[in-house]
């Protein structure tokens, strides 16, 4: 298979990606052309009973836990069913908002499953696009032969169905994955033909590495950035300095927003300015905050050379282009501004440490190479062996990180449990009882709220008519887990007292 672009977009039971499970997945793949190579793809994740769902999110898109039940595959199997669509040589993988929100889902769910979360990003000749900044950046520096709506608050609305409704793109139904996968591509479509250049010179400059050469660090060169941070009515771009880097992650750029003067920068000392930069939002008021942003080039950003901004699109961003050439022409006679930077962000603020290894996808670092081989052994096990048999010599497993032994049982215990020993099995009930009762993320769905939401929109007399066997089916599924997993371990503590 040549080079093709994979766009798919996933329908989830909530929004936190470390403990948030993946209902629904689309994809459908195209050439370069954005002309279909592949009919479409729509597979579902069966849930597991350590985890309950946002009501919420099961009324935005209509998906129940059962219905993952009857149509889905178990986790793993999911897992890997999307991990080899997305490794296919030469996949650019693309969505709509996808790098922020939906990549995050498949990479944690690859790493609950004992893959590399980040291998199919890069591996293969692969790579990731997420077109939301080519819409935003378009709508600012190209706005001609598109609709552009605002929101209620006056500022750009870049939701989908507004997108799509204001230039006449048929979406069927918001919040069905495939659905929005069509409205994607179809408004990409219409940027590709009305305005080729700023099309090509993203899909060009998508990588980290086809972005670096931009970056003049040593002269402070100017760049023009769109970005969500900088939504204003007026919209979503500027253009900026880049100043730093961050020690330890080469692949962000620190910059300035050239809108606003870069003294404080330059006057300020590394204790002050750490202040001001790490201060919590709502603590300063943003007259004493320095206009320093994050770029980071692994997550697509979107960024083009000064020249991209003309007149006319400086003049309805209300920028003035001499003005912030000027202000980078100023920093650029700092020679220690690197190294301020460099000390600023040395000793950034520490989190506590998440003992749940569910959850430490990013504060436990990368798998080391011994680690990697293990996990293929683990999956090549189950591959030839069958889970049954796999599992002993999957459990006697000799890793390095300390994450991978308790990965491993669950990984077994998730998909497999009829696989567990009678011990192993009433540990896994406890570990999900646990879970529904009182999970360890801040704000996830517990069993006590669940059945409060559901009963307050049932109960709302203005909850719709069609929305209520959804409701019903939700409490049916509470119903199950409390039969399945909390009765059952009311009789093991009964049986232990015994």
């Known amino acids: 298979m040549g080079a093709s672009i994979l766009w798919y977009d996933l329908e989830t039971f909530g929004l936190e990606p470390r403990h948030d499970r993946i209902a629904q997945f689309a994809g459908i793949r195209t050439n370069e052309a954005l002309e279909p190579v592949s009919d479409r793809l729509v597979l579902y994740n069966k849930i597991t009973y350590d985890y309950l769902p946002s009501p919420y999110a099961c009324r935005v898109h209509g998906i129940t836990p059962r219905e993952t039940l009857e149509k889905g595959i178990p986790e793993y199997e999911f897992a890997k069913a999307l991990r080899a669509e997305m490794m296919a040589p030469g996949t650019c993988v693309a969505g709509y908002n996808s790098v922020r929100f939906d990549d995050e889902f498949v990479r944690t769910l690859l790493y609950r499953n004992l893959f590399d979360p980040y291998e199919r990003e890069w591996a293969n000749g692969n790579s990731r696009w997420d077109v939301i900044d080519l819409f935003r950046a378009t709508r600012d520096l190209r706005p001609q032969g598109l609709s552009w709506p605002d929101g209620p608050d006056g500022k750009p609305d870049f939701r989908l169905t507004s997108l799509a409704a204001a230039n006449g793109v048929p979406l069927e139904s918001a919040h069905d994955a ?11 479509r219409l940027v590709k033909k009305a305005q080729p250049k700023l099309y090509d010179w993203y899909w060009r400059h998508r990588t980290r590495d086809s972005l670096r050469p931009l970056v003049n660090l040593a002269a402070h060169e100017p760049l023009v950035h769109t970005s969500a941070v900088y939504t204003s009515q007026r919209g979503c771009t500027t253009i900026v300095a880049p100043v730093g880097m961050i020690p330890g992650r080469r692949d962000v750029i620190v910059a300035m927003d050239l809108r606003y003067d870069p003294s404080p920068l330059v006057d300020l000392g590394v ?3 750490r202040r001001r930069v790490f201060a919590r939002k709502g603590s300063l008021p943003d007259t004493e905050r320095v206009p320093l942003v994050e770029i980071r080039l692994g997550r697509c950003p979107y960024l083009a050379p000064l020249r991209t901004m003309d007149q006319a699109a400086s003049e309805r961003l209300g920028i003035d282009i001499d003005q912030a050439r000027a202000r980078a022409e100023s920093l650029s006679r700092e020679p220690e501004l690197i190294q301020k930077l460099q000390s600023v962000y040395a000793q950034p603020p520490q989190e506590a440490v998440e003992p749940d290894p569910d959850y430490r996808i990013y504060s436990g670092g990368f798998f080391r190479d011994e680690d990697k081989d293990a996990m293929a052994a683990v999956h090549e096990s189950i591959a030839t062996l069958g889970p049954a048999e796999a599992r002993p010599h999957a459990y006697t497993m000799s890793f390095i990180d300390e994450r991978l032994p308790q990965l491993v049982r669950r990984l077994f215990a998730r998909n497999w449990p009829h696989t567990l020993s009678r011990a192993e099995s009433s540990r896994w009930r406890s570990f999900c009882a646990g879970r529904l009762l009182c999970p360890r993320i801040e704000g996830a769905t517990d069993l006590a709220g669940f059945t409060k939401i559901v009963e307050a929109m049932l109960a709302n007399l203005d909850t719709p008519a069609v929305d209520k066997p ?23 503590d009964a049986r232990a007292k015994q």
């Open 470 to 492: 959804l409701l019903f089916e939700l409490l049916d599924y509470r119903s199950t887990l409390e039969r399945e997993i909390l009765s059952y371990e009311k009789k093991e």
């Open 271 to 273: 204790d002050e300015i």
């Open 178 to 188: 495939f659905h929005d996968i069509q409205a994607t591509l179809g408004l990409a």
